[in-house]
């Protein structure tokens, strides 16, 4: 029996250049609040910290937190306010071209963060007969690999494996339900209004 120590981290496949964007805007926003802080009145602090907040929430769910995530058994698809979990037994085709998605049997969900193929990437062709795994995409090597693995996991039709109960398949295992699911990001959502509030009540006071 798998133990919660024992189940492999999940692999985050996002885009670097745009976390380490996020990370030098959020460095500014600190210097200035502390500036701000420092040598600031009351009222000027009023005036510009709501927005200091609001920004750097938008920071946060603009260039920090979409990502793909990418599990033993199933993918889950962080967006700006939306997550999808997508177990494997419900994944049909991954497209990689500029933009990432997934064709599932829910329908297409698209990734935000997970980065594409880049149009001015190196294009290394492959003798016939030989996949050419240089030039994937970063995000398609991911998926495939996770999702190959799970294949392979799988007790085949028609011989069920003896050591193997119903508790076990994929519609039931823990954190990836057999089928498609989507929620909002409640505490993101939560604090992205007070971040508005507070910028509303610095401007009518």
Avoid at 61 to 83: I, K, M, Y
Avoid at 128 to 147: C, F, K, L, N, Y
Avoid at 182 to 204: D, E
Wanted: positive net charge; hydrophobic residues 45%.
């Amino acid at each position: 029996m798998e133990t919660p120590s024992s189940t492999p981290r999940p692999v985050s496949v996002h885009s670097r250049p745009t976390r380490a964007l996020a990370v030098v805007a959020w460095a500014i926003c600190a210097f200035l609040s502390v500036n701000l802080v420092l040598a600031g009145t009351a009222a000027e602090m009023w005036q510009f910290l709501p927005w200091m907040l609001f920004i750097a929430w938008g920071l946060y769910v603009l260039l920090w937190r979409p990502q793909l995530l990418v599990h033993a058994d199933g993918l889950s698809v962080r967006n700006l306010l939306r997550d999808h979990d997508i177990p494997f037994s419900q994944l049909r085709a991954v497209r990689v071209v500029q933009s990432v998605s997934f064709d599932t049997a829910a329908g297409r969900i698209a990734s935000w963060g997970a980065p594409g193929a880049s149009k001015l990437g190196r294009k290394l062709p492959s003798a016939p007969g030989i996949p050419d795994i240089a030039s994937e995409p970063a995000t398609r090597t991911a998926v495939q690999s996770a999702w190959d693995a799970w294949e392979r996991n799988q007790p085949s039709p028609g011989m069920p494996d003896a050591g193997t109960s119903s508790a076990g398949a994929p519609s039931s295992q823990p954190g990836h339900p057999g089928k498609v699911e989507t929620r909002w990001n409640v505490p993101t959502a939560v604090v992205g209004a007070i971040a508005v509030l507070l910028v509303v009540a610095s401007l009518l006071t």
